[in-house]
């Protein structure tokens, strides 16, 4: 608030920020809970297709309300997509979930 000097037009920036922390530190807190009673590969995998049922659950709504009914990928969109799920989403939430075993929530 005191970057925006309580400006109105960006409030709903500001909103999605704050959600944004509190899901990040809910998220922190509930995985580092979890993970100690589970394989880090199961606790991956749950999260994993989880987002991914949500994400096609919320899909169709996102492209009625913002005007897209369609989406096209080509080769390329489809080999970057694959980087990114694979090594930048699913490997990195593999070592945050190691990590949760030997550090606390917190320190995370």
């Known amino acids: ?9 960006y409030q709903l920036g500001i909103a999605v920020g704050m959600v944004g922390a ?3 530190s ?13 394989e880090p590969n199961t606790v991956v995998t749950y999260q994993m297709l989880g987002g991914f049922a949500l ?16 989406l096209y990928y080509n080769g390329m969109d489809l080999f970057y997509l694959f980087i990114l799920a694979t090594v930048l989403t699913v490997f990195l939430y593999f070592l945050v979930v190691g990590l ?8 995370l």
Do not use: C, Q, W
């Open 22 to 24: 509190l899901l990040s």
């Open 26 to 38: 809910l998220y922190a807190l509930f995985n580092g809970r979890y993970s100690h009673h589970k």
């Open 55 to 70: 994400v096609n659950l919320l899909a169709p709504f996102y492209l009625v309300f913002m005007g897209t009914e369609n």
């Open 100 to 107: 949760s075993n030997k550090i606390s929530a917190f320190t």
């Open 1 to 9: 608030m005191l970057i925006f000097n309580l400006d109105t037009k």
